[in-house]
């Protein structure tokens, strides 16, 4: 894919990773990978990118680990292949719940240390608390809908917006 749009889009997925704290170059193979909707090889990955093989490597291999790919070894293939995970979108809204799941439970155990004089500051960041298990809870049931892995509603149809 050699588009205007295609090539933003994977940079664009480069800058969406680099804001979650993951390479950009991750965020490029997630792109590309979604763009072409098939398998491919580390060289071929390199190549549309114009990155070098070891950093595709890396990245892919992050990714892999991270629930988003799958490396696809064909029968009698020399070259191992990669592609999007069946729903890459799932592993995010797990890490999203479990960070926030984490906030509250820190914020809660250091409420505990106001003072009792400072019953209204207590008060207000148990609310901040509340908002982060409250929000963790919102995504698991999100994550929870029939038929979606990932939780998130099926796309609109491309052809008849």
Known sequence: MTTDAATDFIELM???MQEQGK???AGQVFGYLLLEGAPRTLGQIS???GVSKGSVSTNTRLLAAQGMLE???PVGGRHDLYELAAHPNAPVLRTLAGRFRRNAARIEALSARFAPGQGAARGRVL????FYRSSAHYIDNARAVPGREDGLPAAPDPDHP
Not at 127 to 130: D, F, N
């Open 14 to 16: 480069g800058l969406v």
């Open 23 to 25: 390479p950009r170059i």
């Open 47 to 49: 190549g549309a990118l």
């Open 71 to 73: 490396r696809v070894s």
């Open 127 to 130: 609310e901040l608390a509340a």
